[in-house]
């Protein structure tokens, strides 16, 4: 914590010092009371008690101002003390003059004491507090002068003429001056510090006393002056000794007003003036006439009137001036402002409006003034305004903000305008004396905040509601119509293709378009949205069968071709569809029916799929099994099992298909058909590839059976890959396997993808020596041409064509089955067909003439081992 400095404001005096302090005025009144008793003479008690106390306040006085001189720098008397000081050594010489006794000493003592009046009001007026500059001074000064002659006027006329002395009339007359300057300048200053009202109570009592020795000495002649008239100027010393020294005083507040007010200081001249002049004239009527002495001192005291009066009539001008200059001010400022300002009386009825009126709200003063506020007010809104009003005239408005009213206001166009008014309570304040009322408008105000809404609840680029106002109004239908309804969310694919190969002005068009396509298929009692990117839902009041009905028409309606400039482009959806009644609010509905649209992705394209609770234990299965398995080969998760093809005549072995499995601890065995889909969302597929395909090589190379051969299952991702020859040559050469007993597969209905790239890919194969098969042949709807095209060696049939080759032997004409395995035949390929279950299907496919089978007739997938054994057996 920071200590302050030292300054003069925290010089505080102790205790003990405050003690020693009242020691020596205590001594000097005891010595004035023991020459007032005859203990000790009384001339030598007067000079020794008014004499040592008088040094000891100088010398504490003029330490102090030296204290105080060095402290700030300032050479203004020292702040007073310096001449208070001075007056206290003045007043001094002239008690100590008194003791000489003769008449001629008088004119020194009134000389001296003159010195001491004129040092004690030079330093009342520059003691701290007493306010800053010559001119406040000089006016203070003058205040007293003035009151100081218009007091010795009067005293001189009152008093009897056998009392009066031609030579107390100077010393009256310092006297009453030097205490009216000191009265004054404590007044001015009120509310004043205690210790500057204790030093000019001091200087008081000095003058006071020192002006009564004088008179005594004027009168008497040079009589003896008692001792005990020493008493108040001792007093006097010490409490001027006190006063004037303190250094430990507080700043001085700051007050909202004028240092020295001049017009509220007038009635102090107008009592002694008006005392004057009674005076003069129970002079007029008792004596008839008027000395010289009285004539110079009235003289003197009109001259002092008329001078501060004309002092008074230049302050009026100049606050006069001040005054007007702040109301022009003012009168600019209300009359430029954006606001209203009515004044109101007691009764609501405006006394004022500011010129603003007409120029804001075309209202003149002929149609306002005098009426009531609350005719302005909208009917609607009067009562609110009434209660706020009524609150602050009841005085509960607090020190916070002023009251705030809301209201439409009637205009000079008898239009209503939206306003916004603020009602302070100045009826404290005597130059307002009323309520007063700041009436803006608003009205563009709320038009802007009216449209900032529209647009927070509103989709930029095609007009349709945002997710925001989706969901205000799906919270706002189940609370209007219960649970009936249905939401549907779309989401459209191929856009991002659009915005990378046309533009993304030609993507947002395309959103504009699918915008107006779903409005134009709606009800108005339906609501489209857009909740983002390309994403859209319609709320729709339809029950579960015209809400299917409904997506179905958007699916339809937004697969056909978009024209768009320049050129045509398709896009697909994938919708999901929730009850409003599967969800307990409106956030779990928007999750079903995004659940629903998810899973109606996976199926395919321009799929509608309802929310179930399957549907959603299929999507977590979905998430579970995309997460883990990203690190399932590094967890030794995935196996190989391996399904035999066997020669249909002989029904030996000649080779086996690598099947892929992931062991998964808590969900079991996974199958391709669920894992190979899942690999190529998270882009795994060619690292499952590498791993089959080398995992295959290696239990390959352990069987060592030249004839026997080994098909794996290849993505077309990593067959068109331009390393994928390579690793295969380079897996071959690892485990030192011939290249003719390698086959990879690839499945037909990936054919149409890049014909061109697959025949390269597949000729590059083709000069190592591995051999390509065309997988499930006749499933997909490839053209037959591309058999010609294809650099194969096998094909293996699909199921589908021994079980529809069955049911078509019954009928005129060849099977299907036996026109695939003729062209296969004439185009050199071996024929392998799958999916055999049953002994007539093998029968069949052999008729047919095909070599080779596989199916759970011939051989289950199995592991290695068990396939090691199998051929074993076999070989036997």
Not at 500 to 507: H, I
Not at 838 to 851: F, P, S
Request: with cysteine; proline share 5%.
């Amino acid at each position: 914590m920071a200590v302050p400095p030292p300054t003069r404001t925290h010089l505080a005096r102790p205790p003990r010092c405050r003690a020693m302090f009242l020691g020596v005025p205590v001594t000097a009144a005891l010595v004035l009371l023991a020459g007032g008793a005859d203990l000790i003479p009384g001339q030598i008690a007067l000079a020794v008690g008014v004499g040592g106390c008088g040094l000891w306040a100088t010398v504490h006085l003029v330490r102090a101002a030296l204290t105080i001189h060095h402290a700030d720098r300032s050479f203004v008397a020292c702040r007073g003390a310096g001449f208070v000081g001075m007056g206290a050594l003045a007043a001094v010489v002239a008690v100590l003059l008194t003791l000489l006794g003769p008449p001629s000493v008088v004119v020194w003592v009134t000389a001296v004491f003159a010195l001491a009046a004129g040092c004690y009001a030079t330093g009342a007026l520059l003691l701290p507090g007493s306010g800053r500059g010559w001119i406040l001074h000089s006016r203070r000064a003058f205040d007293g002068l003035g009151l100081g002659v218009s007091l010795a006027f009067a005293g001189y006329l009152l008093t009897p003429a056998e009392a009066a002395s031609p030579g107390a009339l100077p010393v009256t007359l310092i006297g009453a001056t030097g205490v009216a300057i000191v009265l004054v300048a404590v007044l001015r200053g009120w509310p004043a510090r205690w210790p500057a009202v204790r030093c000019g109570a001091g200087a008081i009592l000095v003058l006071g006393g020192i002006g009564s020795i004088t008179t005594l000495l004027t009168i008497d002649g040079g009589g003896q002056v008692p001792a005990l008239a020493g008493l108040p100027i001792v007093a006097g010393l010490g409490l001027t000794a006190e006063g004037g020294s303190r250094r430990d005083l507080p700043a001085v507040p700051l007050e909202p007003r004028s240092p020295d007010q001049y017009l509220a200081s007038y009635p102090l001249l107008a009592v002694p003036a008006a005392v004057g002049v009674v005076a003069a004239v129970w002079h007029l009527i008792v004596q008839r006439t008027f000395d010289t002495t009285s004539i110079i001192l009235g003289i003197a005291m009109v001259a002092v009137l008329a001078m501060r009066e004309l002092l008074v009539v230049r302050d009026i001008r100049r606050y006069a001036s001040q005054l007007q200059t702040a109301e022009a001010h003012f009168r600019s400022l209300v009359a430029g402002a954006t606001d209203l300002t009515l004044v109101l009386d007691e009764r609501l009825h405006i006394r004022w409006q500011s010129p603003a009126a007409s120029r804001l709200f075309g209202l003149n003063d002929d149609e306002v003034v005098g009426r009531a506020f609350t005719e302005l007010i909208h009917p609607d809104d009067v009562e609110g305004a009434r209660e706020v009003i009524d609150a602050v005239l009841d005085g509960e408005q607090t020190d916070g903000p002023p009251e705030l009213v809301t209201a439409r206001l009637r205009d000079g166009a008898d239009l209503w305008r939206d306003t916004e008014s603020t009602i302070t309570d100045q009826r404290s304040v005597p130059e307002v004396a009323a309520l007063v009322v700041h009436v803006r408008d608003i009205g563009e105000r709320r038009h802007l905040e009216k449209t900032l809404k529209k647009l927070s609840y509103t989709d930029q680029l095609t007009g349709l509601a945002n997710r925001r106002a989706l969901m205000r109004e799906l919270l706002a239908h189940r609370r209007r119509a219960g649970q009936q309804g249905t939401l549907l969310v779309i989401d459209l694919h191929g856009l991002a293709e659009i915005n990378d190969s046309r533009g993304r002005e030609t993507g947002d068009a395309v959103l504009i378009e699918v915008g107006r396509r779903i409005r134009g298929l709606l009800g108005d009692e339906d609501m489209p949205a857009r909740l983002g990117g390309d994403e859209f839902a319609v709320l729709t009041t339809d029950g579960a069968v015209l809400a299917y009905a409904l997506a179905a028409r958007i699916a339809t309606v937004l697969a056909e071709p978009h024209q768009m400039p320049g050129a045509i482009v398709e896009v697909h959806t994938s919708i999901g569809l929730a009850e409003l009644a599967g969800g307990v609010d409106s956030d779990e509905v928007l999750r079903h029916a995004d659940l629903a649209r998810r899973r109606a992705r996976q199926l395919g394209l321009d799929r509608v799929e309802w929310y179930d609770p399957d549907v959603e234990m299929k999507l977590n299965r979905r998430m579970d099994l995309e997460r883990e398995l990203l690190g399932a080969a590094d967890r030794g998760e995935l196996d190989l099992v391996f399904q035999p093809v066997v020669g249909l005549r002989d029904e030996q072995p000649v080779g086996v298909e690598a099947l892929l499995r992931w062991r998964h601890p808590q969900l079991g065995t996974i199958l391709p058909n669920e894992l190979l889909p899942i690999a190529r969302a998270v882009g795994i597929s060619a690292e499952l590839d590498e791993w089959v395909l080398g995992a295959a090589c290696k239990h390959l190379a352990a069987w060592r059976d030249d004839g026997f051969w080994l098909s794996v299952n290849v993505s077309p991702r990593e067959l068109l890959t331009a390393r994928f020859p390579d690793r295969v040559a380079s897996t071959l050469k690892r485990y030192g396997l011939a290249p003719e007993r390698l086959v990879v597969e690839i499945a037909e209905t990936w054919i149409a993808e890049d014909v061109p790239a697959i025949v390269a890919s597949l000729a590059a194969l083709r000069k190592l020596g591995v051999r390509a098969a065309l997988d499930d042949f006749g499933a997909g709807q490839a053209s037959l041409s591309h058999l010609r095209r294809l650099p194969v060696d096998m094909l293996k049939l699909d199921a589908s064509l021994v079980n529809t080759s069955s049911e078509a032997a019954t009928g005129h004409g060849p099977a299907v089955i036996d026109v695939v395995v003729s062209l296969g035949r004439r185009l050199g390929l071996e024929i392998v067909a799958k999916g055999l279950e049953t002994q007539e299907q093998r029968d069949r496919a052999a008729k047919a003439g095909c070599l080779y089978g596989q199916g759970f007739s011939l051989g289950r997938p199995a592991p290695a081992e068990r396939i090691e054994a199998y051929l074993e057996s076999h070989r036997a």
